[in-house]
T-cell receptor, first 113, second 114 residues
Framework: ELKVEQNPLFLSMQEGKNYTIYCNYSTTSDRLYWYRQDPGKSLESLFVLLSNGAVKQEGRLMASLDTKARLSTLHITAAVHDLSATYFCAALGYGGSQGNLIFGKGTKLSVKP | DAGVIQSPRHEVTEMGQEVTLRCKPISGHNSLFWYRQTMMRGLELLIYFNNNVPIDDSGMPEDRFSAKMPNASFSTLKIQPSEPRDSAVYFC????????????FGSGTRLTVV
C-alpha cells in the first residue's frame, strides 16, 4: 500500500529565508504532484513531476523528484508572506490504488516578516 | 474553461437526513475522483471513476455512502443517513488520460451535520 509522508508538518519561516519540504513515499511511483491550499480554499496544482530527475521551477518554488530514493522536495527560495499556505505532495498509486493520488498530510507554512 | 464545478458550496443538515453532493468534471476529462478532507484524517480518496465506471471504492466509509456517474459530465455523492462524523469538506477532482497533465480540483462542498 502506497503511503506518503511529508516533513515538516509545520514550518515557520522568516521572510527572505530558504527552506525545503520533503516528501517520501513508500512504494514505486514515478509521478509526483505538489499542491497548494489556502485556508478555506481548494487545492491549486503547483507542479507535476513525471520522471526520475525531473525538476520544475515557478517563481520562488522549485520541485524535484528522485524515484530511486522515493523522495521529492519542494524548495522555497527567499520566502515572502504570500507563500504562507499548506503544501501537499501526492504520489500516483499503482496496483490496487492505480490511477488515484495518495496525499501526504500537508506542510503548513507560515512566513513571517 | 470553467474548471471542476461542485455544488452546493456549503451544506448544513440534520443528522439522519439525506445529503447529495454534485460534481461536473472538466469537459473531456475521463477520470473523476471524490476526496474527503478533515483535520484528523487529511485528504482521503473515497471513490474514483474512469470513463464513468467505478474503479476503486475502497475508501467509501460504509454503506451510507454511495456515488454515481451516470454520464461523462456529472457525478453525485450521496450520504444517507448522514451523521455528525460525516462533517468534512468533500472535493471532486478530474483528470485526463494518465494524469500526466495533472488533476484539477473543484472548490469543494463544506458539509456540516448537526
Amino acid at each position: 500500500e502506497l503511503k506518503v509522508e511529508q516533513n515538516p508538518l509545520f514550518l515557520s519561516m522568516q521572510e527572505g529565508k530558504n527552506y525545503t519540504i520533503y516528501c517520501n513515499y513508500s512504494t514505486t511511483s514515478d509521478r509526483l504532484y505538489w499542491y497548494r491550499q489556502d485556508p478555506g480554499k481548494s487545492l491549486e496544482s503547483l507542479f507535476v513531476l513525471l520522471s526520475n530527475g525531473a525538476v520544475k521551477q515557478e517563481g520562488r518554488l522549485m520541485a524535484s523528484l528522485d524515484t530511486k530514493a522515493r523522495l521529492s522536495t519542494l524548495h522555497i527560495t527567499a520566502a515572502v508572506h504570500d507563500l504562507s499556505a499548506t503544501y501537499f505532495c501526492a504520489a500516483l498509486g499503482y496496483g490496487g490504488s492505480q490511477g488515484n493520488l495518495i496525499f501526504g498530510k500537508g506542510t503548513k507554512l507560515s512566513v513571517k516578516p | 474553461d470553467a474548471g471542476v464545478i461542485q455544488s452546493p458550496r456549503h451544506e448544513v443538515t440534520e443528522m439522519g437526513q439525506e445529503v447529495t453532493l454534485r460534481c461536473k468534471p472538466i469537459s473531456g476529462h475521463n477520470s473523476l475522483f471524490w476526496y474527503r478532507q478533515t483535520m484528523m484524517r487529511g485528504l482521503e480518496l473515497l471513490i474514483y471513476f474512469n470513463n464513468n465506471v467505478p474503479i476503486d471504492d475502497s475508501g467509501m466509509p460504509e454503506d451510507r455512502f454511495s456515488a454515481k456517474m451516470p454520464n461523462a459530465s456529472f457525478s453525485t455523492l450521496k450520504i444517507q443517513p448522514s451523521e455528525p462524523r460525516d462533517s468534512a469538506v468533500y472535493f471532486c477532482a478530474s483528470s485526463l488520460g494518465d494524469g500526466s497533465s495533472g488533476y484539477t480540483f473543484g472548490s469543494g462542498t463544506r458539509l456540516t451535520v448537526v
